[in-house]
């Protein structure tokens, strides 16, 4: 052991990459151990423990020396009869992998400085993320929620105001114009696409409507010409809510630089994620972009000197280091997300009973989630459940049939949601999933809906 330490030293450092390892390692000393193991090229080396955390590593770890020695001599024992592992929903740890020395930098670099609070990092990712939205200003805040909360503040909607938006998105949508005091007007959605209908919005007008809110759900925007369009006629501003698309296409521009506003979310398991909670605001209405960055500091214009009512909405500097790094390979991961989805759905063409996601031709998707729709939702997830890949039901109720909303909104004005509601799932998606892995989870989809409609 003392001499795998010796090594440990010099393999940690930066530049030093085991994506696999680190996927199976449950604490990073022993994906260090591990890699030290490994790193003894050219001899075969295992690891002998009784640590029961090492079994994650597979053949590296051996129980005793017995067991070593016949590896040693035989290599690998394969156990055929061994289940497949389950997947991950989303592998967040391979990504970290490829990642971790400019992570670990950036990091190091806010540890060295000190300024954890809008440090030089804050600045550095909003004018990248403006620079790669196209929009004239960003405002990073503390998350999505916080991105749209800020954004209806700005515009100063409250008590008395309506806003339009989509019955069918999670839940931050409609809950930030309730706490503004306003009142969410819930319309109907596209049955294929999932986003907000915009032959149904007009209808929903009143002289009280302060803004519309659409949602680029599931990482495609809505159909934002014809929503702004109508934003317009009415004088209405328009937010994008783009927690999930952000790096998404619509008809050239990107997502978040589509409308008056756009707000996106750096929860980790977003697209664009970070190790905690973030997010940013996108604008090019300079005042709207300056009254954003007064209300994330309680409103103050100079120090101690406050020009509104505001709240404390700023993001980490930290998390801004890590998106930074996490920005490096954004490009990449927008193309193997295309990639992904794509493949998905020329898996599941000849699927009888199986809708797959729609992309209209004039925008694209980053397939935050890849959402299915079929009937008997829950026994199909059930039956892939087995086969140890998960999913996840985005979203199973609607909002304004939710509990706390229900006064808000009639669950029977918006019937394709409802039905929506019952028949969506959504596959493991992100960007490290391997070829092998997406063929696996095609299988066990396959097996499920031909097993329940044999
Ligand atoms: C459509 C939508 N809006 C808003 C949010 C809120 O983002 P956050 O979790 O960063 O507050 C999310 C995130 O889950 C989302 O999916």
């Excluded at 640590?51 to 067991?67: I, V």
């Excluded at 759900?217 to 010409?225: C, H, K, R, S, V």
């Excluded at 509601?421 to 959504?426: E, I, K, T």
Aim: negative net charge; charged residues 20%; aromatic residues 6%.
């Amino acid at each position: 052991m003392d001499a795998l330490f010796d090594r440990v030293e010099v393999l940690s450092a930066p530049g030093f990459e085991q994506p696999e390892l680190y996927r199976r390692a449950a604490v990073f000393a022993q994906a260090q151990i591990a890699a030290a193991a490994r790193a003894l090229q050219g001899q075969p080396a295992c690891i002998v423990t009784n640590d029961p955390a090492f079994d994650a590593l597979g053949e590296l770890a051996c129980r005793s020396p017995a067991q070593a020695l016949v590896w040693l001599q035989q290599g690998p024992q394969e156990d055929e009869a061994a289940p497949a592992a389950p997947l991950p929903f989303i592998d967040l740890a391979a990504q970290q992998a490829g990642l971790r020395p400019a992570i670990e930098r950036g990091i190091e670099t806010v540890l060295r400085h000190g300024q954890y609070v809008l440090g030089p990092e804050v600045q550095e990712l909003e004018a990248r993320l403006a620079a790669y939205t196209g929009a004239g200003h960003c405002v990073t805040v503390g998350s999505g929620t916080e991105a749209l909360l800020i954004s209806l503040m700005a515009l100063g909607i409250g008590p008395g105001d309506e806003v339009i938006t989509t019955a069918f998105t999670f839940v931050a949508t409609a809950e930030v114009i309730v706490l503004t005091g306003a009142r969410p007007v819930f319309v109907d959605i596209e049955p294929d696409t999932c986003n907000i209908d915009a032959d149904k919005i007009e209808a929903a007008i009143t002289p009280r409507t302060r803004a519309i809110m659409p949602v680029s759900l599931y990482g495609q925007p809505a159909d934002m010409e014809r929503i702004n369009a109508i934003a317009a006629r009415h004088g209405l501003p328009v937010i994008e809510d783009a927690a999930q698309s952000f790096g998404a296409d619509y008809q050239g521009r990107r997502s978040c630089n589509l409308s008056t506003i756009g707000c996106t979310s750096f929860f980790p398991a977003k697209p664009l994620g970070g190790y905690g909670d973030g997010g940013a605001i996108f604008t090019s209405d300079a005042d709207l972009a300056r009254a954003m960055r007064q209300i994330r500091v309680h409103g103050q214009g100079a120090r101690y000197v406050h020009e509104r009512i505001g709240i404390c909405g700023r993001m980490d500097t930290l998390q801004c280091a890590v998106l930074l790094a996490k920005l490096d390979r954004f490009d990449w991961e927008v193309q193997r997300r295309h990639a992904l989805g794509a493949r998905y759905s020329t898996l599941f063409a000849d699927l009888p009973g199986v809708a797959t996601p729609v992309i209209r031709p004039d925008r694209s998707s980053v397939f935050a989630q890849y959402t299915l729709q079929v009937e008997a939702r829950d026994a199909v997830t059930a039956a892939i459940g087995k086969a140890g890949v998960p999913t996840a039901v985005h979203y199973p109720i609607p909002l304004n049939a939710q509990p706390a909303y229900r006064d808000l909104g009639n669950p029977e004005a918006t019937p394709v949601a409802a039905a929506v509601a019952a028949r969506v799932f959504s596959l493991p998606m992100h960007p490290d999933l391997t070829d092998a892995a997406q063929a696996r989870i095609a299988a066990a989809v396959r097996d499920a809906v031909i097993g329940l409609t044999a």
